[in-house]
């Protein structure tokens, strides 16, 4: 019913920057929080930023300052942008959204991107 697809992926050099977008199609009603996460070569899925859907947003400690997330909710869609980009901020990057889909009687689900790879070179 509902599909979320990340693109802006890429590989960098050290400083550069990235703008990740991640776009919510299907039968939506409305879309809560929007979230990136993020996982490199461990198995813990690491979440990045959060905007909710009243643009107030939150993010990990080592992206504060470098990172901006932001949504453009006529089009359902989900941005982070990425400066000052560093070897550590190399991993798969996940799209997460609570979604209410229409027709499900104030039900939200949550729905998972199928990831885009950042690759930051030293």
């Known amino acids: 019913q509902v599909q979320l697809v990340e693109s802006g992926g890429g590989l960098v050099q050290a400083g550069g920057s990235l703008r990740l977008s991640c776009v919510a199609s299907?039968?939506?009603?409305?879309?809560?929080?929007m979230q990136w996460y993020r996982q490199g070569p461990g198995p813990q899925r690491e979440l990045v930023a959060t905007?909710?859907?009243?643009?107030?947003?939150n993010y990990l400690d080592s992206v504060k300052g470098r990172f901006t997330i932001s949504r453009d909710n006529a089009k359902n869609t989900v941005y982070l942008q990425m400066n000052s980009l560093k070897p550590e901020d190399t991993a798969v990057y996940y799209c997460?959204?609570?979604?209410?889909?229409?027709?499900?009687?104030?039900?939200?689900?949550?729905?998972w991107g199928q990831g885009t790879q950042v690759t930051v070179s030293s």
């Open positions: 997460y959204a609570i979604v209410q889909p229409t027709g499900t009687m104030r039900n939200e689900y949550q729905y």
């Open positions: 905007v909710t859907s009243g643009g107030i947003t």
């Open positions: 299907g039968r939506i009603f409305s879309i809560n929080l």
